[in-house]
Structures are given as structure tokens and as C-alpha cells.
């Protein structure tokens, strides 16, 4: 069980670092170089560097986190702070030592776009293995303490939103916004997808009248597994067959034809599923 626990932190550190030199290209080779102010302690950092390129961006990523950990060590513990600190020294370290190698594109739409999709990998490995790059999200979670009107993710939101609108006036270039939100859309994607996979599945209830013959066909015709509720129509008063099973998105156009074929009246409802987990997707005993 020790040897299993190290090999697990050690496999956490390693996509870590991984994590850090992704972000770390997202700023050195994509945004820093075209001007673009995204949000969080690096985007202000990039603002700080387009006042005096003297400042090295990773070492003042490095320098606003450190106020925000202080703050945060007695919310948080020193575990998760000590964790983030190895996170952003690791970031910063790497953003330096890829800042001289200059820009990759000098087109701010397709900076905007690689940059979201190499930030957003490092976000989803940061998030996927339980480490902090800090920032405004640790903020986030400080001013929802002392504020509690409003939630993290709105006030995550907000503070991004401060440090690009003074990103876009500071720089003169109204343009920054755009790439901005850019930036955010795409790594917010890209990190769902590190996050939970690209192949997402299907949640599926199926309220029918004939739930037995519909459950027999779809377990003969897929290795998806199905379970029958009882229901109750309370309108009509009348008792329903509630049918629950899970398909990926490549089995869910023959389960709709399954149903009708049996029942036309049925009523199917779809959602998306984040995660799924178990026989025939992922594995329950996969910790990430």
C-alpha cells in the first residue's frame, strides 16, 4: 500500500510538471509575446512584464501568489499551500526558461486559440491530479469566506475579468478582450476534456408502459447495463415503467430506435454525463 501511495504521488508530480510546461508555453511562446492579458496571477503577471520587460513573468507569477498563500495557509492547510507552492515555482521556473525562445505565431486569433488549448491542459492535469497553480482561484475561495453572497467561480470570474479589462486599457488595445475570452472559452473546454475524457456518455430514462420488453431488447442488443424503477404517471394516476441505463454517444441513435420499435409513446430523456464509472466505462478503481 506505501509502495501504491508513492507511485501515485510520484505519477502526480510528474503530470504536474507536464501541466506546468504547457501553461508555462501558453504564456512564454503565445500570449506574453502578442500583447494578450488573459486572467489569473500570470495574466497580470504578462501586464507587469508589457510595463518593464525587465520583470521575468514567471517570477512575478511567482511573487503575487505568495501574499495569497499567506492568506490562505490557515483556510486551506499547509499541505494544499505547501502543494501549490511546488506548483508555481515549477510553472514559473519553466515560463522563464522558455521566455527567450520568443513567439511561436504573431496572429492574436491563433495565439488566443493555442494558448487555450495548451492552458487548458495545464489546468485539467493541475485539477486531475489535486494540485493549485493558486492565484485567483485560491483568492476566489478567500473572498467567498469574508463575502459569502457570492460564489467561487463568480468571484474567480470577476477577478479574471478585472486583470483583462486593465490588461486592455493599460495596453491601449480594445482587442485584448476578445482574445481574452478566447483564451478563457477554450482552456475551459480543453481542461473538461483532460478532465473527464473526450468520449462523453449518456444518461437515459426511458418512462414507458412496456419497460420489460424494452429492457430484454437493449440488454440482447448492448453490453450496457439497464435497471427498471417503478413510476407513477400523476396525471393519469397510472403505473409506469421508469427505465435508467447509461450508453456512449455512439450507442445512443440504436437505443432510441429500440424503444420505438417497441413503444412509440414512449417518453426517453437524454443528459449528458460528466462521469460515468463502472462496468463498461471507466473503471471505479481508477483514482483520477
Given amino acids: 500500500m506505501l509502495n501504491k501511495n508513492i507511485t501515485e504521488e510520484l505519477k502526480g508530480f510528474f503530470f504536474m510538471v507536464i501541466g506546468s510546461f504547457a501553461y508555462a508555453l501558453s504564456t512564454s511562446l503565445l500570449l506574453a509575446p502578442n500583447s494578450i492579458v488573459s486572467g489569473g496571477m500570470a495574466g497580470l503577471a504578462v501586464l507587469f512584464h508589457l510595463f518593464n520587460e525587465n520583470i521575468p513573468i514567471g517570477l512575478m507569477t511567482l511573487v503575487l501568489n ?12 499547509w499541505k494544499f499551500i505547501v502543494r501549490a507552492l511546488i506548483t508555481v515555482a515549477t510553472l ?29 491542459i495545464g489546468v485539467g492535469l ?37 486583470i483583462v479589462v486593465l490588461g486592455s486599457v493599460f495596453t491601449q488595445n480594445p482587442n485584448n478582450m476578445l482574445y481574452a475570452l478566447i483564451v478563457i472559452f477554450v482552456s475551459t473546454k480543453v481542461s473538461e476534456m483532460v ?23 437493449l440488454l440482447r442488443n448492448s453490453p450496457r ?54 462496468q463498461g466505462f471507466q ?3 481508477d483514482n483520477n
Avoid at 494558448?115 to 487548458?120: L, P
Avoid at 473527464?196 to 414507458?208: A, F, N
Avoid at 447495463?225 to 403505473?239: A, F, I, Q, S
Fill in 66 to 77: 505568495i501574499p495569497i498563500f499567506i492568506f490562505g495557509l490557515k483556510m486551506q492547510g
Fill in 92 to 120: 514559473s521556473t519553466i515560463t522563464d526558461l522558455l521566455a527567450p525562445i520568443g513567439a511561436i505565431t504573431a496572429d492574436g486569433v491563433l495565439a488566443s486559440l493555442y494558448g487555450g488549448i495548451c492552458q487548458g
Fill in 126 to 162: 493541475f485539477v486531475r491530479y489535486e494540485f493549485s497553480s493558486g492565484g485567483t482561484e485560491l483568492l476566489g475561495r478567500l473572498f467567498k469566506r469574508w463575502f459569502k453572497i457570492l460564489k467561487i467561480p463568480v468571484w474567480v470570474g470577476i477577478l479574471d475579468g478585472i
Fill in 195 to 217: 478532465l473527464v475524457g473526450v468520449e462523453k456518455s449518456k444518461l437515459c430514462i426511458v418512462i414507458t408502459d412496456k419497460g420489460q420488453e424494452i429492457s430484454d431488447e
Fill in 225 to 278: 447495463g439497464v435497471t427498471m424503477l417503478d413510476g407513477e404517471g400523476m396525471y393519469t394516476k397510472r403505473n409506469r415503467d421508469v427505465i435508467l441505463t447509461c450508453v456512449k454517444n455512439n450507442q445512443l441513435t440504436q437505443l432510441k430506435q429500440i424503444v420505438k420499435s417497441i413503444d412509440e409513446h414512449a417518453f426517453i430523456i437524454i443528459n449528458d454525463s460528466v462521469e460515468v464509472r463502472g
Fill in 283 to 285: 473503471s471505479l478503481l
